[in-house]
């Protein structure tokens, strides 16, 4: 499986700032998802995010919002901009796994509480 | 009615009960079905992951499909407290372009 590893792991933020959160692969993957977990709740898909191109969004999340670099294969960041008490929440990313794109593994997950 | 819906609410038995987990399905697209355990405060790890209808084992735990009924569960025999979490099944399609999680059941075993 692989090792996924994320940065931060937990952060206090103050409301209309904005975070930027690391995710890195010890192996090459095709396809990084970002995934929100709100306190009790199971995952929502935010984007997924390509290697050279555009990440692609869901229904609810947007780019000026949720903008997502993916440099190479290995890392990808997501940043929550301009942050409000509702984006309080877990952040995971999480990759395919290798050699069947049907099924994900996840980091260990960002925890975010805005202020 | 949601995509995926999951069964019990949060459950708590005793060490060394047998555990059911279920969860049921509206997209007959879906062909891959995975469960993943979450502890607390620590992303959901890939627990067992089967392909269309049938049965899967993994020592203590066994994976059922039954795609006609869109069904699916998960066995826990001799639950330890150890196995204490959330329980996610997720399922998706051939190409894995809607992947989609249920809610999620909290376990707890009682020592």
């Known amino acids: 499986s692989a090792v996924i590893s994320q940065k931060p792991s937990r952060d206090i933020c103050q409301r209309g700032t904005s975070l930027t959160i690391q995710c890195q692969v010890d192996?090459?993957?095709?396809?990084m998802f970002w995934y929100r977990q709100q306190p009790g709740q199971s995952l929502t898909l935010i984007a997924t995010a390509n290697q050279g191109s555009e990440a692609t969004y869901e229904s609810g999340f947007v780019i000026d919002k949720f903008p997502i670099s993916r440099p190479n294969l290995t890392f990808s960041t997501l940043t929550v901009s301009n942050m409000s008490p509702e984006d309080s929440s877990i952040y995971l990313c999480?990759?395919?796994?290798?050699?069947?794109?049907?099924?994900?593994?996840f980091g260990p997950g960002t925890r975010l509480l805005v202020l | 009615q949601k995509e995926v819906e999951q069964d019990p609410g949060p459950l708590s038995v005793p060490e060394g009960a047998i555990v059911s987990l279920n969860c049921t399905y509206s997209n007959s697209a879906f062909q891959y079905f995975m469960w993943y355990r979450q502890y607390s405060r620590k992303g959901p790890e890939l627990l067992m992951y089967t392909y269309s209808s049938g049965n899967k084992e993994d020592g203590r735990f066994t994976a059922q499909v039954d795609k006609s009924s869109k069904y699916i569960s998960l066995f826990i025999r001799d639950s330890q407290p150890s196995d204490s979490a959330t329980y996610l099944c997720?399922?998706?399609?051939?190409?894995?372009?809607?992947?989609?999680f249920g809610p999620g059941t909290r376990l707890s075993v009682l020592p």
């Open positions: 192996s090459q993957v095709t396809m």
């Open positions: 997720a399922m998706s399609d051939s190409y894995g372009q809607n992947f989609v």
């Open positions: 999480s990759v395919e796994r290798a050699g069947s794109q049907e099924t994900q593994y």
